[in-house]
Each structure stands twice: as structure tokens, then as C-alpha cells.
């Protein structure tokens, strides 16, 4: 079956703290997509990173970085040094481009709340 | 390049009516996707359309219908709408179908059935 979860529901830091959101999927296939999307309270959905399932390369863009591991399905983001701007919800996603049909299935959803 | 854009932002219905929302995809981008978002959830998927086709749908019921224009403008269209269908609306656009592009957001309809 297809799923993601996020087991973190709300994760509260002070500025400048690291802070690690998890990810694990469940997928049939061998070919599929993860992402990361940022949800701030205006509701709209900003990309922040798409890795296909053949790409274990972990990266990093400025604060941000993510560790993709095949072995535990997961694929878990970390926002170094916080800032309150981060405060949001962090949704991640699959897709899996084998079944035509291109939707994405997202998690529930970490709350993320970065206070000064 | 112009992004995704809903309209309206918000509107408010009674039990029973009909509602229409309005997406503008993102320049150069062919297929649209439909996304509900309850409170305190994630998005689910209701439909998805490419170059004006249905593209897949998701567990929805099919008062949920919609239309893609040849402009790649899409609607959703709710009949005879029940509580449980406030939530945000989500539209997203890309530049292909079958999960190899980018889903690109737009800010949503927020839709409260009374």
C-alpha cells in the first residue's frame, strides 16, 4: 500500500536550534518520487525538494537538508539553526509515476513552531 | 512566469448548494490536479486533468466533478454540498502527468459550508 507518516505531530524549538522532520513511506514500486513541501499560515504549499527513488545522495541548500535512506524508507528534512520564519507545517509526499495517474500522497503533516 | 492562481479566496455556502473554483496553471504547465485539505489534515487527491481528459481520480464521491479548458485553466465543481466538505481547496499544476514533474501549489479556495 501506498502511505506516508509522519509521527511528529508538533515539534516546538527555540531559534537557532537544529530540528529533524521525519518521513517514512510505504510504496509497491521501485520507481517513484518523494518531496517536501512547507505550508505557512497563508495556506499555500511552497516546493522545497523532489528526489526520485534512484537518487540516495543526501543534499543540503543553505539550512536546509534532507536525508534520503532506501533501507528504512525514509526520508527525513533538517532545518539547521532555526529561525522563526521556519514556523509552518511540513508536509511530505509520494507520488509513483508507474500508475498514470500523477497524485501525490501526502502525510499528515508536522507543525513546526520556532520561538525567538 | 505567472504562477498558480485560484479563485475566490474564500466563500461561504449553505448545506445543499453548488459551488464553482477557478484555477490558472502556471505557465506552460498542461495538467491540473485537485487537492482537499480538511483542517488539521493533509491534502487528499480528487482528480487530476491532462490536456482536458480526467487523469485519475481519487476516493471521492462524483458530485465532485470538473473541467480543464484548452487553455489549461481548470474548474472544480461541488454539487449539492454537505458539511464535511469545508476544508481549502488545492489546486496544482505541471508540466506533465504521471509524477515525473512538480506539482506547483496555489493558495487555495477556502470553502465553509454552513
Known amino acids: 500500500a501506498q502511505k506516508v507518516t509522519q509521527a511528529q505531530t508538533e515539534i516546538s524549538v527555540v531559534e537557532k536550534e537544529d530540528v529533524t522532520l521525519d518521513c517514512v513511506y510505504e510504496t509497491r514500486d521501485t520507481t517513484y518520487y518523494l518531496f517536501w513541501y512547507k505550508q505557512p499560515p497563508s495556506g499555500e504549499l511552497v516546493f522545497l525538494i523532489r528526489?526520485?527513488?534512484?537518487?540516495?545522495q543526501n543534499e543540503i541548500s543553505g539550512r536546509y537538508s534532507w536525508n534520503f535512506q532506501k533501507s528504512t524508507s525514509s526520508f527525513n528534512f533538517t532545518i539547521t539553526a532555526s529561525q522563526v520564519v521556519d514556523s509552518a507545517v511540513y508536509f511530505c509526499?509520494?507520488?509513483?509515476?508507474?500508475?498514470?495517474?500523477?497524485?501525490?500522497?501526502f502525510g499528515t503533516g508536522t507543525r513546526l513552531q520556532v520561538f525567538p | 512566469e505567472t504562477g498558480v492562481t485560484q479563485s475566490p479566496t474564500h466563500l461561504i455556502k449553505t448545506r445543499g448548494q453548488q459551488v464553482t473554483l477557478r484555477c490558472s496553471s502556471q505557465?506552460?504547465?498542461?495538467?491540473v490536479s485537485w487537492y482537499q485539505q480538511a483542517l488539521g489534515q493533509g491534502p487528499q487527491f480528487i482528480f487530476q486533468?491532462?490536456?482536458?481528459?480526467?487523469?485519475g481520480r481519487g476516493n471521492f464521491p462524483p458530485r465532485f466533478s470538473g473541467l480543464q479548458f484548452p487553455n489549461y485553466s481548470s474548474e472544480l465543481n461541488v454539487n449539492a454540498l454537505e458539511l464535511d466538505d469545508s476544508a481549502l481547496y488545492l489546486c496544482?499544476?505541471?508540466?506533465?502527468?504521471?509524477?515525473?514533474?512538480?506539482?506547483?501549489f496555489g493558495p487555495g479556495t477556502r470553502l465553509t459550508v454552513l
Open positions: 505557465s506552460g504547465h498542461n495538467t
Open positions: 486533468y491532462y490536456r482536458e481528459e480526467e487523469n
Open positions: 509526499a509520494l507520488s509513483e509515476p508507474n500508475y498514470n495517474t500523477d497524485k501525490l500522497i
Open positions: 496544482a499544476s505541471s508540466l506533465a502527468r504521471a509524477g515525473r514533474d512538480t506539482q506547483y
Open positions: 528526489r526520485n527513488s534512484f537518487d540516495e
